[in-house]
Nanobody
């Protein structure tokens, strides 16, 4: 069983930056792909970014955040990060960290964190 704890959410003005962190325990962190989802009010949960397992993780992004968000992982610290720059009000959502796997190029989450709120004011 993998436990995931997110931190770093908060309130920021449009154009600002936040960095989310997700600390993992249990399992073998470096062997798992990791991802970040988000869910805005009355919207479906969407995959924001994912990164493959291992030390040279390959990242993938949703089109809406490409060029603004960066996912990274530190296997020595069992932590995955989401650096969010040039934030927009439409980025407002609860952000969820997850541990998962790739089937081909498709990322699938297996374990979820509790979520952290990100609010971007205009």
């Amino acid at each position: 069983q993998v436990q995931l704890v997110e931190s770093g959410g908060g309130l920021v003005q449009a154009g600002g930056s936040l960095r989310l962190s997700c600390a993992a325990s249990g399992g073998f962190f470096s062997l798992n792909a990791m991802g970040w989802y988000r869910q805005a009010p009355e919207k479906q949960r969407e995959l924001v970014a994912s990164i493959s397992r291992g030390s040279g993780g390959i990242a993938n992004y949703a089109g809406s955040v490409k060029g603004r968000f960066t996912i990274s992982r530190d296997n020595a610290k069992n932590t995955v990060y989401l650096q969010m720059n040039s934030l927009k009000p439409e980025d407002t959502a609860v952000y969820y960290c997850n541990s998962g796997y790739y089937s081909g190029t498709t990322y699938s989450p297996r374990y979820w964190g509790q979520g952290t709120q990100v609010t971007v004011s205009s």
